[in-house]
């Protein structure tokens, strides 16, 4: 059943401006929402972004509202619009996999140490001391080795192969600030979905999304110890070396390359074809097909520039000891 903004605010005890008839289909982040969707936005939000959203209605700071009058449909107005959206996922949301019933399929194997709650498909293989939560799927032919934990709200797309110790579904890093000054936990509900044919290493992480899920498309493979975090979207077939770190709600391209220790800061979007080389840290957007190194990452031929010249000027420079 959809509820109207004027329902979403009278749920919350908070006021409203605009179209309060206006029922949004569901939820989504401030820069991906449509406009028959609702979103929300907090008061250290860049006005850029603001303003690029697209989204039907807005759980929104009221102080940034007095001072930006966003043209959205609906605004409901709040002075936690963090710990509103929470509240409002809790005790809202439903993910269409918790009302699968769990089962097995005939042709399954499943290992007899392994812990299965939810749904497992024909051909699947679940190895020792894995953990598969109610309200997941492992699609069909999908592997899990060893110690593997698959939490609520996963979907695990066909053929994945899923090596010993990942972790995939996690709670987000995600913390809202609570009015007496300390930190909370934020609930991550929207879970995570693995395309077809992903790889994900061993004793690497994929985190749960806040009201998205956290996306990775068709034949992502990722190697060790890396860590993907709430909110990532990864395109297909883009690869990822040992020990690189993906912050919450950043894009990644299909086709992207990146190497051992390569970190992209949080919100970022790396386009197609791009790559990363070993350590590189992207802390602005990294454009389509580009290689970049360095920290902060930026053009190769830049930074082996920057290196040369580096090197070049210690050269020239006088010996102290003389």
Same mark, same amino acid.
């Not at 029922?23 to 820069?31: D, R, Y």
């Not at 806040?210 to 990722?222: H, K, M, Q, S």
């Given at each position: ?10 749920l ?12 949004p289909?569901?939820?989504a982040?401030l820069?991906?929402?449509? &406009? ?9 939000? &860049?006005?850029? =972004? ?9 759980l ?10 966003p ?14 959206? =929470? ?6 949301f439903?993910? &269409?996999?918790?009302d699968?019933?769990?089962?097995? *399929? ?24 894995? %953990?598969? *939560? ?10 899990? =080795? ?6 609520p709200?996963?979907?695990v +797309? ?8 990942a972790?995939v ?10 009015p ?18 992903c ?7 994929v985190?749960?999304?806040?009201? =998205?899920?956290?996306t ?23 690869m990822?070396? *040992? ?29 197609? +074809? ?13 454009? &389509? +097909?580009?290689? %970049?190194?360095?920290?902060? *990452?930026?053009?190769? %031929?830049? %930074? ?19």
């Amino acid at each position: 059943m959809l509820i109207s903004v004027a329902q979403y605010a009278a749920l919350l005890g908070r006021k409203f401006t605009g179209d309060g008839s206006f029922c949004p289909i569901s939820f989504a982040s401030l820069g991906r929402a449509n &406009p028959d969707q609702l979103a929300f936005c907090e008061g250290d939000v &860049p006005l850029r =972004e603001l303003q690029a959203s697209r989204a039907g209605v807005l759980l929104i700071d009221e102080k940034l509202f007095d001072a930006q009058h966003p043209r959205v449909r609906a605004c409901i107005l709040s002075d936690d619009p963090y710990g509103d959206m =929470e509240r409002l996922m809790v005790r809202l949301f439903r993910h &269409p996999l918790e009302d699968r019933a769990p089962s097995i *399929a005939p042709s399954a194997q499943i290992h007899p140490t392994a812990v299965v709650e939810g749904v497992v498909e024909a051909g699947a293989k679940i190895g020792p001391h894995c %953990w598969v *939560a109610r309200g997941s799927r492992i699609g069909s032919c999908a592997r899990l =080795e060893a110690n593997v934990s698959v939490y609520p709200r996963v979907d695990v +797309g066909e053929r994945c192969v899923l090596l010993a110790g990942a972790v995939v579904g996690s709670r987000g890093f995600g913390f809202r600030r609570r009015p007496d000054g300390t930190e909370a936990p934020v609930e991550h509900r929207a879970g995570v979905v693995l395309g077809p044919d992903c790889l994900i290493g061993a004793n690497s992480v994929v985190a749960a999304g806040f009201v =998205e899920p956290t996306t990775l498309g068709a034949g992502v493979c990722i190697d060790s110890s890396v860590q993907v975090a709430h909110n990532v979207r990864i395109g297909d077939r883009s690869m990822f070396a *040992a020990h690189v770190d993906l912050a919450g709600h950043c894009t990644i391209g299909s086709n992207v390359r990146m190497g051992g220790g390569a970190q992209v800061a949080g919100g970022v979007t790396v386009g197609d +074809g791009a790559t990363l080389l070993a350590s590189a840290g992207a802390t602005k957007d990294v454009p &389509p +097909g580009e290689v %970049w190194s360095g920290f902060p *990452a930026r053009p190769v %031929w830049e %930074w082996r520039r920057s290196v040369a010249a580096l090197h070049d000027s210690r050269r020239k420079a006088p010996d102290s000891s003389d």
